[in-house]
C-alpha cells in the first residue's frame, strides 16, 4: 500500500454519502442553470473535478463546500451535508486529511525508497501494485484505487502554481516492476511530467557517500496559508505529522537530500540512460 490505497486490511470503504452528496450538487447546479465548466469557474475548481464530486468520486475539499455554499445562496444545506460524509473509495482511512490537504497545497515534496509515488505513476504500473498486492484485491477494490489514484494525479496538471518536487532513487525504475514494458512507459511519463514548469524530479543514485533519508519515505506539504505539514507512511497505516519541530526536522532531511541527489539536469540524463537500457 502506498499513497494511502486501500487495501484489504485497511478500514472498508464507503461511497453511498459520497454518492448522495453528488447528486446534491449536480441538483443544485442544474436547478441554477450552470454547467460544470460555469460552476467550476465560479468555486475556482475544474469541471474534472466538479465532475469527480458529482459522480462520488472525490471527497470535496472544505473549500469546494464553501465556495458551493455561496453560489447557492448559503442555505448551510451542503455545508450539514459534508459534515456526514464517509470515507473517499479508494483512500485509506488514514490518508483522508492529507489528500485534502494535496488538493489545495502550494508546495508538495516527496521522497521515495519503495515504489514510484503515486502521483508520479502509470495505470500499467500502479495496477501492476494493486495485482500483486497481499492478501489479493477484487476487480471492485483495484478500479476504485486507480481511479482514486487518476483523480490526484489531475494535480500536477491543473495546479501549475503549485511546486511539487520529487527525489526518487535510483532502484525505483532499475527493478522492473511490471516488466520491460511497465519500465519504459513509466520513465517516459517520469520523463514527460519533469517537463513542467512546476515539476522538479531529482534521482538519488544507489552509490552514494551519505544520505539524509535512511530513516524512510517522507512527504512534505505547505498551505495556503503558508503552514507546513508532514505525511510518513508504512505498512497498512500513515502518520499525519502537524507537530512544528518535527516537520522541521523533515524539512532539513529533505533539503540535504536536495544536495545529495542528482541535479536536475543530471536526472534527466540518467533516466534517459536507463530508457535506452530497456
Not at 118 to 129: H, I, K, P
Amino acid at each position: 500500500m502506498v499513497d494511502g490505497a486501500m487495501g484489504t486490511g485497511s478500514e472498508p470503504e464507503s461511497s453511498d454519502s459520497l454518492r448522495t452528496f453528488g447528486a446534491v450538487v449536480q441538483g443544485l447546479r442544474e436547478h441554477a442553470g450552470l454547467s460544470r465548466e460555469e460552476f467550476g469557474e465560479l468555486v475556482r475548481f475544474s469541471k474534472h473535478t466538479v465532475a469527480s464530486v458529482e459522480l462520488g468520486r472525490r471527497m470535496p475539499d472544505p473549500e469546494f463546500v464553501t465556495r458551493a455554499e455561496e453560489v447557492f445562496g448559503r442555505t448551510g444545506a451542503l455545508r450539514k451535508a459534508a459534515g456526514c460524509l464517509e470515507r473517499q473509495p479508494g483512500l485509506a482511512a488514514w490518508f483522508r486529511r492529507w489528500a485534502q490537504l494535496e488538493a489545495t497545497a502550494i508546495t508538495l515534496y516527496t521522497y521515495e525508497c519503495r515504489l514510484v509515488p503515486g502521483l508520479l505513476q502509470t495505470e500499467a504500473y500502479a495496477r501492476t501494485l494493486f495485482t500483486n498486492q497481499l492478501p489479493p484485491l477484487s476487480d471492485e477494490q483495484i478500479e476504485a484505487q486507480w481511479v482514486a489514484r487518476a483523480e490526484r494525479q489531475r494535480l500536477l496538471r491543473e495546479r501549475p502554481n503549485t511546486a511539487f518536487g520529487f527525489i526518487l532513487e535510483e532502484h525505483l525504475f532499475r527493478r522492473r516492476t511490471g516488466g520491460v514494458e511497465v519500465t519504459r512507459e513509466l520513465i517516459d511519463h517520469v520523463l514527460e511530467i519533469g517537463e513542467l514548469r512546476n515539476v522538479e524530479i531529482q534521482i538519488m543514485p544507489t552509490e552514494q557517500d551519505t544520505h539524509a533519508g535512511l530513516d524512510g519515505p517522507m512527504q512534505l506539504l505547505e498551505t495556503p496559508e503558508n503552514k507546513w505539514f508532514a505525511y510518513c507512511e508504512g505498512q497498512e497505516s500513515g502518520q499525519f505529522i502537524a507537530d512544528r519541530k518535527v516537520v522541521s526536522m523533515l524539512q532539513m532531511r529533505y533539503a540535504r537530500m536536495r544536495s545529495q541527489a542528482l541535479t536536475l539536469k543530471d536526472s534527466t540524463s540518467l533516466l534517459q540512460r536507463m530508457r535506452g537500457d530497456l
